[in-house]
């Protein structure tokens, strides 16, 4: 693990792996570095790999206040990191953001987005707005428990019952650790609606067959309107990153031919 320190002076921790071309990993919402790291193994062999955690996560810092442009620097630090240019895969919420830092003009040569929750269909801007608002006052009254289950249900449609559950898990007070950072994507996912119209880099938009429908037709509309997007649907698949799965598609679509 190595440390660098983003525009604000925050510390963002990272792991650099294999050799070839850049690419940096943009993980989503309860996601740390580990959670990359079987796609960065598979990816190593084809690719030097960024694998970064995100402010609020894992051992980066977290500098008050939270604005998305902070966000986009971190990923700038990443790809200056890797080299000054670099393709970036992004995850879930994190390729919301990836596409928000195509958009600002990063130096990303190409974006492979797996499963972004955008658009989502009835969820406008607004949508994501309260639930931003929402998620803060929480954390306000040091409810870190119920915030995760407010992003869960509402953001995720876990059911409520489903999420009773989970809060008995042994991994729950990990995702407890990291709630101030749902607010973070919540303001994400409530980027500008015409964000795609200005991403100009050629861009992959993976969704998995077994994923909810509102997840797949997501990809779908996001893919048709990219000014170069790619749909790739595998079957099979779920919105978990399975390494052997997604590494092979990603790997396909960044190494020229």
């Known amino acids: 693990m190595t440390t660098v320190h983003s525009a604000d002076g925050t510390p963002i921790s990272f792991d650099q792996t294999g ?29 030097t790999v960024v694998n970064y955690d995100r ?17 986009v620097e971190d990923l700038g630090a990443m ?3 890797a080299g000054g240019t670099a393709a970036v895969f992004g995850y879930s919420s994190g390729a919301v953001l990836a596409m928000i830092a195509a958009e600002k003009g990063l130096p990303i040569t190409s974006l492979a987005l797996y499963e972004p929750p955008y658009p989502l269909e009835g969820r406008a801007p607004e949508f994501f707005d309260q639930l931003a608002f929402d998620i803060r006052a929480l954390l306000a009254e040091g409810r870190r428990g119920d915030a995760v289950e407010l992003f869960q249900t ?16 042994p991994f729950w007070p990990a995702l407890e650790r990291i709630a101030p950072t749902l607010e973070y994507e919540s303001i994400i996912l409530a980027a500008d609606p015409r964000l795609p119209e200005r991403v100009v880099a050629p861009t992959l938009v993976i969704a998995g067959s ?31 990153i399975v390494a ?3 590494g092979p598609v990603v790997a396909g679509f960044l190494t020229p031919a």
């Not at 449609?157 to 809060?167: K, N, S």
């Open 19 to 47: 050799s070839g071309p850049p690419l940096v990993l943009v993980l989503g919402a309860f996601n740390e570095r580990p959670a990359g790291e079987a796609l960065a193994a598979y990816l190593a062999p084809h690719f």
């Open 55 to 71: 402010r609020g996560r894992g051992e980066s810092g977290d500098t008050q206040p939270y604005d998305v442009d902070r966000e």
């Open 79 to 81: 790809i200056e990191v």
């Open 154 to 169: 509402r953001a995720v449609g876990i059911p409520p019952g489903v999420v009773a559950q989970i809060r008995q898990a």
């Open 210 to 240: 077994d994923s909810p429908p509102i997840v797949a037709n997501a990809a779908k509309t996001l893919a048709g309107r990219l000014s170069d997007g790619t749909l790739r649907v595998l079957e099979g698949q779920t919105h978990d």
């Open 244 to 246: 052997d799965a997604v």
